[in-house]
């Protein structure tokens, strides 16, 4: 049966008579009112996240995730002002509501400048810049930037400087700081010293009762042997690992002594990377095999930035480690050996050697400053008085200016007859020390700081080395307000040359 629908129709009966009412008709709504999205950036576009927005005396929301925060639209001209903490505020006149609905502001970020210097004024790279939640890295010229940033303390760290810090009210546009460089007086300890519980036990003593205030632990020695289980498959691969001691212990032991920590990895000389990888070495062209040193030791080439990275993978694992300073050595050219027959990838006049080297440590500190690492380089006491690279690739000048930490081997039983006027310099070890420096220093004209290593062996000509010589030493280096570290092949140190600890 087909069914009709029909309006049902109530009839009422009034004085006034009859009424209609159609039921299913409603009441047409009132206009819905308009919103307006506000969607708040950074000069790029990015969002920003907890802006408060005032859309003018009607309402402020904080925005959301994307940068936008609602209100109702007024249906006449809106101002919109937002402000963000790390912001400059910003505001912006709606005069019609349009067709998207959508108005965008975009806040011009807080900047603030700064530049970071030595005590003698010179910009200090890699030192690590913090503001609030924000930390940045100087440049070559000890320049900094931050953005974003509210006001609070401006702290500048390097290792091997003392802190620094700064108050900034957050409108200075630019803040300056300087760093005092921090003496560190040290001994060294071989990777077997470090691995013995009761030589290393020594040893963390000997700094405990005296002046010394750092050791340097090898990481990598001359023949190339490593004294830990790194996690740098390269090692193991070419058989160098040697473990000995277990690093985090210490480091743990160094930190809670208050002890700064350096650690040492002979860079260019390695047996076991020359055997592994002779395409990388240094090639005989009297042999046509891997080039040696007299002694037998194979060299990597230092030209060829594949010989780099090994070497650098070891830097960054001691620095992730918790070292505070990487100390290359043997980061050199070869001296020893037939040198006449040694064939590089790169150039071997003295621009090549030395553009090698520099490269190389500036790598270095492009990794490990931004990681909280100091960088140094051993170069031969010669360079600090002899012009030229003297075949080594090594320059005062180009190191000051490569690296952080610059450790001449001033060792007086290596200067011939004749140096500084002495017929034999193992027997003034104290003037010696002094003439090196003071040809040396002039020299330094970049920001590194010079910290020498002093002689505590007995070799060569001249009464056997105690007290009195190796103190000799410490005091010229202590007079240039100098560090200096005690090099003995197998750590045993002249206690009686140390001054005790400060109470």
């Not at 996690?231 to 001691?245: L, R």
């Amino acid at each position: 049966m087909r069914k009709l629908l029909l309006p049902f129709v109530l009839v009422l009966a009034g004085c006034s008579g009859p009424s209609l009412i159609v039921v299913g008709e409603g009441v047409p709504p009132a206009p819905a009112i308009p919103e307006l999205e506000g969607v708040i950036t950074d000069p790029a576009g990015a969002p920003i996240e907890s802006a408060l927005v005032a859309f003018g005396n009607l309402d402020e929301a904080e925005t959301d995730g994307s940068g936008k925060a609602v209100s109702e639209w007024p249906r006449s001209s809106l101002s919109i002002a937002a402000s963000a903490p790390g912001f400059h505020p910003g505001s912006i006149e709606v005069l019609e509501l349009p067709d998207t609905r959508v108005v965008k502001l975009a806040l011009d970020p807080v900047v603030l400048s700064g530049v970071v210097r030595t005590a003698d004024g010179h910009g200090l790279p890699g030192v690590l810049v913090s503001l609030g939640d924000q930390t940045v890295v100087t440049d070559f010229a000890g320049s900094f930037q931050v953005e974003r940033v509210v006001a609070g303390t401006v702290e500048a760290t390097k290792a091997s400087y003392h802190e620094s810090s700064a108050a900034w009210d957050g409108e200075a546009p630019t803040v300056s700081l300087a760093l005092e460089p921090r003496v560190i007086r040290s001994i060294r300890a071989s990777g077997p010293s470090a691995g013995d519980d009761e030589r290393w036990g020594e040893l963390l003593a000997l700094a405990e009762s005296t002046e010394v205030n750092a050791i340097v632990v090898d990481t990598k020695d001359e023949s190339g042997r490593v004294f830990y289980d790194t996690a740098v498959d390269t090692a193991h691969e070419i058989g160098a690992v040697s473990a000995q001691y277990d690093p985090a212990e210490v480091l743990a032991d160094l930190r809670e002594r208050d002890i700064y920590a350096i650690t040492r990895i002979v860079t260019f000389q390695d047996r076991y990377m020359g055997a592994a990888y002779p395409e990388h070495a240094v090639w005989d062209a009297g042999t046509n095999e891997t080039w040696t040193t007299g002694g037998g030791q194979a060299f990597m080439d230092a030209t060829d930035p594949a010989s780099w990275d090994y070497p650098l993978a070891l830097a960054v694992e001691a620095c992730e480690l918790g070292y505070d300073e990487i100390q290359f050595d043997y980061v050199r050219f070869p001296t020893d050996g037939p040198v006449d027959r040694a064939v590089y990838d790169g150039p071997n006049d003295q621009a090549g050697r030395v553009t090698a080297i520099s490269s190389f440590l500036t790598e270095a500190r492009s990794r490990l400053n931004p990681m909280g690492c100091a960088v140094a380089a051993d170069v031969f006491a010669v360079v600090f008085s002899a012009s030229g690279d003297q075949g080594l690739g090594q320059k005062v000048e180009e190191l000051a200016d490569s690296v952080d930490v610059i450790s001449p081997m001033i060792y007086p039983s290596h200067y011939s007859t004749g140096w500084f006027g002495f017929e034999c310099p193992n027997a003034n070890p104290g003037p010696v020390v002094a003439r090196a420096l003071d040809d040396g220093l002039p020299r330094v004209t970049g920001p590194a700081i010079v910290r020498p290593w002093i002689q505590d062996f007995t070799y060569g000509c001249g009464e056997p080395y105690g007290e009195a010589e190796v103190r000799s030493q410490i005091d010229e280096a202590e007079a240039r307000d100098l560090g200096w570290i005690l090099w003995n092949a197998g750590s045993r140190f002249t206690e009686a040359a140390l001054d005790p600890a400060a109470e």
